[in-house]
C-alpha cells in the first residue's frame, strides 16, 4: 500500500508513454485514449501533488471511460471517407453491374454467378441466361431487375 500512497506524477507519464508504446504496436486509437487519460492524472497530480492515490485511480478511470465515449460518438458522427465505400460489405460492390442469371428467376429466387461464387437474388421472374441489373442487397440475397429495362424517366418511349 505504501507504494499506492507515494505515486508521483511521473509515475502516470510513464503509464501514459507505455500505453502509447502499446497503440503504436496495436494501433486502433484504444490505447491512446487511456494514454491521454494517464497523462492528464499525472498532470493533476503535479499540480496537487497531495492528491491522493484513490481519486487518481478513480480519475483515471473516469477520464478513460469519457475519451473513449467521446471519441466513438465523434467517429461515428464524422466517419472517415474511403475510396472504396463498400470494401467490406462484398454484396454493395455489385449494385449497378450486370449479370447473367445462372438459374431461372422463378417465384422471385435464382441465382447468379458472380466471378468465382454464386449468389442467391431476389426479382421479377425471369428465364435462366436472361440479362439483370443489381438494384440492392437484403443481407446476403441481391435484389435484381431486368437489364433492358430502362426507368420510365430514362426510357424515351414510354410516357410519364
Request: glycine content about 8%; some cysteine; hydrophobic content about 50%.
Amino acid at each position: 500500500m505504501t507504494i499506492l500512497e507515494d505515486l508521483a506524477f511521473w509515475h502516470w507519464w510513464i503509464l501514459g508513454v507505455c500505453l502509447l508504446a502499446v497503440e503504436i504496436l496495436a494501433p486502433g486509437a484504444s490505447f491512446l485514449w487511456l494514454a491521454i487519460a494517464a497523462g492528464v492524472v499525472g498532470l493533476v497530480v503535479l499540480l496537487v501533488p497531495t492528491t491522493p492515490w484513490e481519486f487518481q485511480f478513480i480519475l483515471f478511470a473516469v477520464l478513460s471511460l469519457v475519451s473513449v465515449v467521446c471519441w466513438r460518438m465523434y467517429f461515428r458522427r464524422r466517419p472517415t471517407d474511403t475510396d472504396q465505400p463498400a470494401l467490406n460489405r462484398r454484396g454493395e460492390q455489385y449494385v449497378g453491374r450486370t449479370f447473367t442469371l445462372s438459374e431461372p428467376l422463378a417465384d422471385g429466387r435464382g441465382t447468379i454467378r458472380v466471378d468465382d461464387t454464386t449468389w442467391a437474388v431476389h426479382g421479377a421472374d425471369q428465364p435462366a441466361g436472361a440479362k439483370v441489373r443489381v438494384t440492392g442487397v437484403e443481407g446476403t440475397i441481391l435484389t435484381v431487375e431486368p437489364s433492358d429495362q430502362l426507368p420510365p424517366a430514362l426510357n424515351p418511349l414510354e410516357k410519364t
